[in-house]
């Protein structure tokens, strides 16, 4: 059975910074693609940063700069290292991973950036 669960998220200020954690278990992490997306309220769902199996990132142009996806293997946990928080970037931060043709879903940790 695969899970994904999402951790690190919060209530911080404009400027601030989080780090968010994806525990998975069910898969073979280490030959996964693993996603992380978002979701305001009244918005769609977006990919925020990706990272394949062979370490090849891709970010969306709204976090460039600021947000750095990373993974560790040993420990079948990927994470978001998100800086210079702004209020915009509030919104439901999902994790995903791709494995044998399938995607699956964590239920999503809520980040708010506000004053």
């Known amino acids: 059975q695969v899970q994904l669960v999402e951790s690190g998220g919060g209530l911080v200020q404009p400027g601030g910074s989080l780090r968010l954690s994806c525990a998975a278990s069910?898969?073979?992490?280490?030959?996964?693609?693993m996603r992380w997306y978002r979701q305001a309220p009244g918005s769609e769902r977006e990919l925020v940063a990706a990272?394949?199996?062979?370490?090849?990132?891709n970010y969306a142009e709204s976090v460039k700069g600021r947000f750095t996806i990373s993974r560790d293997n040993a420990k079948n946990t990927m994470y978001l290292q998100m800086n210079s928080l702004k209020p915009e970037d509030t919104a439901v931060y999902y994790c995903q991973a791709f494995y044998r043709w399938d995607n699956y879903w964590g239920r999503g940790t809520q980040v708010t950036v506000s004053s």
């Open positions: 990272l394949t199996s062979g370490g090849i990132t």
């Open positions: 069910g898969i073979i992490f280490s030959t996964s693609v």
